[in-house]
């Protein structure tokens, strides 16, 4: 996989799904929904600071809350390119890998937000496990990731992956 570069923005925990896609946003077509990405935050202003490739960095539990699909995908269209957390609710995991947004965790995420100043970019390298400050050229450890979940990130999502398996069958897609 590529490696991911981009500014960071910091969550505590218990980042929720109404927090990361309000309820009223929940009714706008799916191109749009990337205006609402974390509108209910502590960074309200989120969908109009991040940047292709930007990286959310939080604490326990992201995702809690409701099942909506639609709150990784807001996430993803955003222009995110990782999420590293300390842990994250199942279903928002589940529903984040099978879009191709990937999520990984860390036991050393709240030293890399110690070690963080205004400005600085990380960059993730996915296949290493490895996350980078690359302003202060110091690395942390990133938590494994199964061959599954790794095979469906680096298809793109779970619908890329079924396409590819299939392909390698010799069926024909579309």
Same mark, same amino acid.
């Given at each position: 996989?590529?490696?991911? /570069?981009?500014?960071? =923005?910091?969550? /505590?925990? *218990?980042?929720?799904? *109404? ?13 749009? #929904?990337?205006? =609402?990405? @974390? ?17 959310? @960095? ?13 709150? !990784? ?12 957390? &300390?842990? =994250?609710?199942? %279903? ?9 947004? !990937?999520? @990984? +965790?860390? *036991?050393?995420?709240?030293?890399? /937000? ?15 496990? &490895? ?10 450890? #990133?938590?494994?990731? $199964?061959?599954? +979940? @790794?095979? $469906?990130?680096?298809?793109?999502? #779970? %619908?890329? &992956?079924?396409?590819?398996? #299939?392909?390698? &069958?010799?069926? /024909?897609?579309?």
């Amino acid at each position: 996989m590529e490696k991911i /570069k981009g500014n960071v =923005f910091c969550f /505590k925990d *218990d980042v929720d799904t *109404d927090q990361i896609l309000p309820g009223y946003a929940m009714s706008s077509p799916e191109e749009e #929904l990337k205006n =609402f990405a @974390l509108k209910g935050s502590c960074i309200p202003k989120f969908a109009e600071l991040v940047n292709k490739g930007d990286i959310i @960095l939080a604490g326990e539990n992201f995702g809690c809350g409701s099942s909506r699909e639609q709150a !990784p995908v807001a996430i993803r269209q955003s222009g995110v390119g990782v999420i590293i957390a &300390k842990s =994250f609710a199942r %279903i928002f995991r589940r529903n984040a890998i099978n879009i191709g947004l !990937p999520v @990984l +965790t860390s *036991d050393y995420v709240d030293e890399i /937000k110690e070690d963080l100043s205004d400005g600085d970019v990380l960059e993730v390298d996915i296949d290493k496990l &490895k996350v980078t400050n690359i302003n202060k050229n110091k690395s942390y450890q #990133l938590n494994e990731l $199964t061959d599954v +979940t @790794l095979e $469906t990130l680096q298809a793109g999502g #779970l %619908i890329n &992956k079924v396409i590819n398996k #299939l392909n390698e &069958k010799g069926c /024909k897609n579309g």
